[in-house]
């Protein structure tokens, strides 16, 4: 004769997870996913950054290249332009020193060069997002001088 419980084995565990354990395994996953997004997105960013601001640089390159061949190197020009996306404009002007470096304009005017500052800005964008990249250098040139003799 058989005890009718006696054959009954106990279920204490199963070998699923709870749904507990699924809900709480997913929050993790989207947390981690979000986060790895997060980075790659602003990986991509600063890419594109970097991208933009090579070819600020390049289009600069460019530009102040021209100045003394194609735009004039003379007091007073002002030269717009553009090149792709991206519009430019140059100022040149009379180096203009500060009072802690007035010995390079004086030395200058003794050895008969004059000292011309060139602005370009370059701009980009539409407004109100329009940026704008500024680069300054100097040039040297030879003033011309009519010699009298006498």
């Known amino acids: 004769m058989r005890i009718r419980g006696a054959s009954i084995k106990?279920?204490?565990h199963s070998g699923g997870f709870t749904l507990l354990e699924v809900l709480l395994a997913f929050v993790v996953f989207a947390l981690s996913f979000a986060t790895v997004l997060e980075i790659i997105s602003g990986s991509m960013r600063n890419t594109m950054r970097a991208r933009e601001y090579t070819e600020i640089a390049l289009i600069a390159q460019s530009v102040l290249d021209q100045v003394g061949l194609e735009?004039?190197?003379?007091?007073g020009t002002n030269v717009t332009g553009d090149s792709g996306d991206y519009s430019w404009e140059v100022f040149i002007d009379a180096y203009e020193a500060s009072?802690?470096?007035?010995q390079s304009v004086e030395l200058a005017e003794l050895t008969?060069?004059?000292l011309l500052?060139?602005?370009?800005?370059?701009s980009w964008g539409e407004p109100p997002r329009e940026k704008t990249y500024g680069f300054s250098t100097i040039r040297a040139m030879l003033i011309n001088r009519e010699l009298n003799s006498g």
């Open 71 to 75: 735009i004039p190197l003379e007091q």
């Open 10 to 12: 106990s279920r204490s």
């Open 117 to 122: 500052r060139i602005d370009l800005l370059v």
């Open 112 to 114: 008969g060069i004059e």
């Open 99 to 102: 009072p802690d470096n007035a």
